[in-house]
């Protein structure tokens, strides 16, 4: 037999783990490692098995995505007329907010008028310059579960309706 860490040819081996890797070495290559008995493969093998099949058991399940949620934040819905009106009050033009929260004349000028929806970076930005809120927690609406049984029409109800 040969070693598989020297080369040197042996009349016996020994299994040692050596950094993560078993190997087949003689009595003098036995100190840079750790003799331990190697597991069953088999083993070894199902409970890999087994604990991907429970990984993939999970990731299949299906899930609620709204649970455990009551409330969400959404846009208020008059919020152009909330920037203009908190803008106006501090006497500032178009041009000197979007100087203060870094933003372009034409980006107030959009939200004013109410052309594009913010993205939450520029709403969090026009929030903290103004002093104002334009988002608010409403209540979240859960979709209904479809039930297995069919509570509308079939085509044979359809059909003893006419016969009546």
Do not use: H
């Not at 501090?90 to 993205?119: C, F, H, M, Y």
């Amino acid at each position: 037999m040969i070693c598989e860490l020297c080369g040197k040819e042996t009349n016996r081996t020994t299994l040692v783990f050596i950094e993560g890797s078993s190997l087949r070495v003689c009595s003098d290559c036995e100190k840079f490692g750790e003799v331990r008995k190697p597991a069953k493969k088999e083993e070894a093998a199902k409970s890999t098995i087994a604990q991907r099949l429970e990984v993939r058991e999970r990731r299949m399940k299906s899930r609620d995505v709204y649970e455990g949620e009551e409330t969400t934040l959404e846009l208020v819905p008059d919020f152009p007329k909330l920037i203009r009106e908190a803008r106006m009050a501090r006497e500032w033009k178009q041009e000197t907010l979007a100087a203060k929260i870094n933003e372009k004349t034409s980006v107030i000028n959009k939200l004013e008028r109410g052309d594009i929806r913010p993205v939450d970076s520029l709403v969090k930005k026009v929030e903290k310059e103004l002093g104002i809120k334009l988002m608010e927690r409403v209540p979240l609406i859960k979709p209904e579960a479809k039930t297995s049984g069919s509570k509308g029409l079939t085509l044979g109800d359809l059909i003893k309706l006419e016969k009546e």
